[in-house]
């Protein structure tokens, strides 16, 4: 598809790079996570905040929970079963992929703010720069499935005795689930600062609907 951009007088094109299921899977999977903060400060901080009962907080942390854990996997069958999981390779070429990926480093510390050209041109295939496929591999294929195993061992202890012990004891697992809920909500609060850098402040939340990305123009 393609626009035209009468200061200009030139073609600018629009390129569609997130499917219909990227996108439902991106906003249950915002709206799961920000839930789970939510009743995770109820459950952790439970005279603090009155939004609700701390058996009904611990209820609905669990439902949730394993509503994520279920759209995780549905993320991975769709990125396994599709061409887009180029999306998320890193280059073959290491040198080139962490000169790339330092550029961008530069771009995001500096040169976003004097008007620099933007370092990676997105692509349907190729939708991330290397910064994002390092931060979304460790939070997908890391981070993720770590909150999910120490989520499911505090939610039924006695079956999951066995990992338990082998993990360090219960505490050692809170503190993991702890630590990883904190790692979430910091990653939440810099996802959220990032989509204000499109070419409006209101770009990257607009593509997450339609699909398409606002030309740089």
Do not use: C
């Not at 569609?16 to 996570?33: E, K």
């Not at 079963?81 to 080139?96: E, F, G, R, W």
């Not at 004097?114 to 991330?128: I, L, S, Y």
């Not at 904190?182 to 996802?191: A, E, N, P, Q, R």
């Amino acid at each position: 598809q393609t626009i035209h951009h009468p200061s200009h007088q030139v073609q600018i094109n629009k390129v569609y790079l997130h499917p219909l299921p990227v996108r439902i899977w991106h906003w249950l999977n915002a709206l799961g996570f920000l839930l789970l903060i939510v009743t995770g400060f109820q459950i952790r901080y439970v005279d603090l905040f009155g939004l609700m009962s701390f058996e009904a907080a611990v209820k609905l942390h669990n439902w949730v929970g394993f509503g994520v854990i279920a759209n995780w996997f549905l993320w991975l069958f769709y990125y396994m079963a599709s061409d887009k999981v180029t999306n998320y390779h890193p280059d073959l070429d290491a040198k080139d992929f962490f000169d790339r990926y330092f550029r961008q480093v530069q771009y995001y510390a500096w040169g976003i703010f004097t008007g620099a050209e933007r370092p990676h041109r997105v692509h349907p295939h190729d939708k991330f720069n290397p910064m994002q496929k390092l931060t979304y591999q460790f939070i997908m294929f890391i981070s993720a499935p770590v909150t999910f195993l120490s989520g499911l061992m505090m939610w039924d202890v006695q079956r999951f005795a066995g990992l338990i012990e082998i993990a360090g004891g219960i505490r050692v697992v809170n503190t993991i689930h702890v630590f990883m809920f904190i790692l979430f909500v910091f990653f939440i609060i810099i996802h959220a600062y990032m989509g204000f850098l499109g070419s409006k402040p209101s770009s990257h939340f607009k593509e997450m609907f339609t699909g398409y990305e606002e030309p740089h123009v």
